[in-house]
């Protein structure tokens, strides 16, 4: 019974149903400090997860809520970012000096096959999309590989938001930038295009 009074102390202590932006380390990544995408073709850079930043949508009640996860020794840091529910998201703010195609190589772990990576760039940035990232394995890491287009350089906040089917645990990205894309090209044109379509499709669900 001692223990659960102190558990019950411990969840009463957050004051509001949303609980704010958690930083989990002291080199999150920030305006001032923001993960800077690479600038030359072939270059690769690596992005971790757990240097983004949390914000936890649950209320005072939930049992998992989104956080950092250390001593993990699967993970590049021995971090990860865990639970990642729907509606939680975590923020990478960025600096993107090349229009372009990225291709992002995640590295997680999950134990449903069906969740899966949900992003967007409020800035318009770069294009909203998602990638099924899930497994029946939770003990064997695994990586999907997708394809990320900035349609316009510059800075900005790169969102994953935790869908229905929530997230998987995340360690890290591998981003490659495979192409530039020069202002006015197709390629470019394509990629507003894309981004617009995808935009007026996520706006309609809420009308």
């Known amino acids: ?3 659960k009074k102190v558990a019950q102390i411990n969840i009463l202590d957050t004051e509001s149903q949303t609980t704010p932006p958690v930083t989990p380390t002291e080199d999150t990544y920030s305006t001032e400090n923001p993960f800077v995408f690479p600038v030359t073709e ?8 757990e240097r983004s930043k949390l914000t936890n949508t649950g209320d005072a009640n939930e049992q998992w809520k989104l956080e950092i ?26 600096k993107a000096e090349a229009a372009g195609t990225y291709e992002v190589k995640v590295f997680f772990r999950s134990g449903d096959p069906n969740n899966k990576l949900v992003w967007s760039d409020e800035g318009g940035n770069i294009t909203e999309g998602e990638k099924a990232a899930g ?28 869908p229905a089917s929530k997230s998987p645990q995340l360690d890290k990205f591998e981003i490659t930038l495979k ?14 295009e894309h981004h617009k379509k995808r935009k007026n499709t996520i706006d309609n669900k809420f009308l």
Do not use: C, R
């Open 42 to 49: 072939n270059e690769t850079v690596v992005l971790e997860a």
């Open 1 to 3: 019974m001692g223990f």
């Open 69 to 94: 996860k250390d001593n993990a020794d699967w993970a590049s840091q021995n971090k990860f970012v865990n639970s990642l529910n729907a509606n939680d998201y975590i923020e990478i703010p960025y």
């Open 135 to 162: 497994s029946s394995d939770s003990n064997t890491t695994k990586t999907e590989t997708f394809d990320l287009i900035i349609i316009n350089p510059g800075e900005g906040a790169w969102k994953f938001t935790g």
């Open 179 to 192: 192409e530039k894309t020069e202002a006015g090209s197709k390629k470019h044109k394509k990629g507003k």
